[in-house]
């Protein structure tokens, strides 16, 4: 089981404010993403990163920020939130494995009021 | 822009089979295929590769049509545990591209007793 978790789980946060959000990994994987999912639209990247400050846009970047300065945590800042940011946020890694899958951490779900 | 799926929900009854189908308008190098629990983050299924290649769950199968660009899924024989949000995850040839996945919008599958 590929150890990956997220903080916080649930945040409710007023708009205008910066929010966080942290990956945490223990298996030295290179690639990390950040997902939003909302219904109707699937997962959505927002960004990737392919090792330690080497980072990438992906679908859905206005809004958000990335850092990556080491190689277990993976930060997804919103600088300044908005309602349109409610969602679940999912953080996933890529297993250097047979497979190639992406392994999913447990999602945080996000409300901005 | 994200690989369409169909149907957009399909229900069955324990034994039945189902397909769900997903379409990209890109050049791919792969497609994954995840199964979403509700309340819960998606898990890997399998990997179709360029040239034919398959790898994962025992169970399901998959096709990858490259010249159409599509790929199906193959459930018999459905089992209650079958049920949940099914996605595809589509990886663009090209190098630009490598290790990241456009996800469709999900097929919602209920196998009822």
């Known amino acids: 089981d590929a150890g990956i978790t997220q903080s916080p789980r649930h945040k409710v946060t007023e708009t205008g404010t910066p929010v966080t959000l942290r990956c945490h990994q223990t298996e030295n994987h290179r690639y990390m993403y950040w997902y939003r999912q909302d219904p109707g639209h699937g997962l959505r990247l927002i960004h990737y990163s392919y090792g330690v400050k080497d980072t990438d846009k992906g679908e859905v970047s206005d809004g958000y920020s990335v850092s990556r300065s080491k190689t277990e945590d993976f930060l997804l800042t919103l600088e300044s939130a908005t309602s349109s940011q409610t969602s679940v946020y999912f953080c996933?890694?890529?297993?250097?494995?047979?497979?190639?899958?992406?392994?999913f951490g447990p999602g945080t779900r996000l409300t901005v009021t | 822009q994200q690989p369409v799926q169909s149907p957009q929900a399909v229900i069955l009854r324990e034994g039945e089979d189902a397909v769900i189908n997903c379409s990209s308008s890109?050049?791919?190098?792969?497609v994954h295929w995840y199964r979403q629990k509700h309340g819960e983050a998606p898990v890997f299924l399998m990997i179709?590769?360029?040239?034919?290649e398959q790898k994962g769950h025992e169970k399901i199968s998959a096709s990858f049509n490259e010249k159409k660009q599509q790929s199906s899924l193959y459930l018999t024989a459905s089992q209650l545990s079958y049920s949940g949000t099914y996605f595809c995850?589509?990886?663009?040839?090209?190098?630009?591209?490598?290790?990241?996945?456009?996800f469709g919008q999900g097929t919602i599958l209920t196998v009822h007793p």
């Open positions: 995850g589509t990886e663009e040839s090209g190098g630009t591209s490598y290790g990241k996945l456009t």
């Open positions: 890109k050049a791919l190098y792969s």
């Open positions: 996933a890694i890529r297993l250097a494995s047979t497979t190639d899958e992406q392994y």
């Open positions: 179709l590769l360029k040239g034919g």
